[in-house]
């Protein structure tokens, strides 16, 4: 007679009823404080689509600006193939300023691909998901998750601030991902719970309570069982984590520029793009940066558009 598989060893210093009540206190918090966010769905799985689009325009990108722009994008654009009929820089243009523009055209790709490739479907298989234009370990494993329902270990900021803290007292996870760290993740999947429900439980719990700069720990679920909590917040160790600059980077004057070619209604003359930004050496190399990547076109009369 065969039986079930066991599920992971719970983490080191942890007891299996530990573990279990803290899967049953952050779902429970969740199911009675998830947002009610566009690309989620209270019935069943989300369009997988949906997700796609939601993963790509939130890296880096809070929820309250992604937003607008991605209800806009999936009234315009509903399907995969809807998008790889139009051109690129129509997707340039409908990313608006969210930021990292490139990531419209990678979206614009894989829109492309999924049409050529996968019949307008997008892919189920965490495989294919990887060999999709602009798609890394967390965005198909997010995708096959939360649209597909599979088990797979989802490990964005929020996620492994909420395990670290809870699990280790750190107050803070390494900057990238360790071995060690994707091992103490997957040895938290529940077993009894929809593996798409906790990294959407876990991933809303470090948006809107286990905060970085504030928690509000009073209100966490699971303020119980957490190291760091309980340590008293012990500060950070290591090398101080500092907040990316903005104002006179090259993003700024690159955002200028691209603002300038995306609210444009046609060509927009040289003099135009040099208004928006003073310094001629920074503004130079970051349109010849814009060129390079594709986001913009020069035209044989010396006007450009995205």
């Not at 209270?42 to 309250?64: C, F, H, K, N, Y």
């Not at 979206?107 to 892919?123: K, M, R, S």
């Not at 989802?154 to 395990?163: A, E, F, K």
């Not at 876990?202 to 303020?223: F, I, W």
Request: aromatic share 6%; glycine share 6%.
């Amino acid at each position: 007679m065969s039986s079930a598989a066991p599920g992971p060893a719970p983490p080191p210093g942890s007891s299996v009823a530990r573990v279990a009540r803290i899967h049953e206190d952050i779902v429970g918090w969740f199911d009675a404080a998830a947002r009610d966010l566009p690309w989620r769905s209270s019935a069943g799985l989300p369009d997988p689509w949906a997700v796609l689009v939601s993963e790509l325009m939130l890296q880096q990108t809070p929820v309250a600006r992604v937003r607008p722009v991605f209800e806009e994008w999936v009234q315009r654009w509903p399907t995969p193939s809807d998008l790889a009929a139009e051109p690129a820089s129509e997707a340039v243009r409908a990313w608006g300023r969210l930021g990292y523009p490139r990531r419209a055209q990678r979206l614009h790709a894989a829109a492309v691909a999924i049409t050529e490739e996968h019949g307008g479907q997008v892919p189920d298989d965490h495989a294919m998901l990887l060999d999709l234009p602009g798609v890394g370990e967390y965005t198909a494993a997010a995708v096959a998750s939360f649209a597909f329902g599979q088990r797979h270990v989802v490990l964005d900021t929020n996620v492994r601030r909420v395990l670290v803290r809870v699990l280790h007292g750190d107050a803070f996870p390494a900057p990238s991902v360790t071995t060690a760290e994707r091992r103490l993740a997957a040895s938290m999947l529940p077993a009894d719970v929809a593996p798409h429900r906790w990294a959407a439980a876990t991933m809303e719990l470090g948006a809107l309570v286990c905060t970085a700069r504030s928690p509000r720990c009073d209100e966490c679920p699971v303020s119980w069982a957490c190291r760091w909590h309980l340590a008293g917040h012990p500060a950070h160790e290591g090398p101080p984590r500092r907040a990316q600059a903005w104002a006179g980077t090259d993003r700024q004057c690159r955002g200028r520029l691209m603002a300038v070619l995306r609210d444009a209604e046609g060509h927009v003359p040289k003099t135009t793009l040099d208004a928006v930004w003073e310094d001629e050496t920074q503004r130079e190399r970051c349109l010849d940066s814009l060129l390079d990547d594709g986001l913009a076109t020069v035209h044989d009369d010396g006007t450009f558009s995205l």
